[in-house]
């Protein structure tokens, strides 16, 4: 397994944009497919993005399409996620996961790593 921390949420008004990171321990996230979840109050957690270990962009949520962009820097051991135009509706807490297989879990037991979390809040 890998540790991963999230970090870079907060409070925006909507239509505005925040970029959310999830740094990772150890010398082989490379190996890595890395995903974003989210999951509001009352509600199931979503697979939102997902990128390969080699960087290609294998998987993004309907509703973000067009406004969110995840991207991986592996020599700094992170991946981002760069939400534009942002919406009430996207107000949820962003999880980072991880697993080291090179296909894209849609389910959140797909994946054996996980950070604690970002609260991301937008406001009408």
């Known amino acids: 397994q890998v540790q991963l921390v999230e970090s870079g949420g907060g409070l925006v008004q909507a239509g505005a944009s925040l970029r959310v990171s999830c740094a990772a321990s150890g010398r082989t996230f490379s190996s890595y497919t890395v995903a974003w979840f989210r999951q509001a109050p009352g509600k199931e957690r979503e697979l939102v993005a997902a990128?390969?270990?080699?960087?290609?962009?294998?998987y993004y949520l309907d509703s973000v399409k067009g406004r969110f962009t995840i991207s991986r820097d592996n020599a700094k051991n992170t991946v981002y996620l760069a939400m534009n135009s942002l919406k009430p509706e996207d107000t949820a807490v962003y999880y980072c996961?991880?697993?080291?297989?090179?296909?894209?879990?849609?389910?959140?037991?797909?994946?054996?790593?996980w950070g604690q979390g970002t609260q991301v809040t937008v406001s009408s």
């Open positions: 996961a991880a697993h080291t297989g090179t296909w894209v879990p849609s389910t959140p037991s797909g994946y054996d790593s």
């Open positions: 990128i390969r270990r080699s960087g290609a962009i294998t």
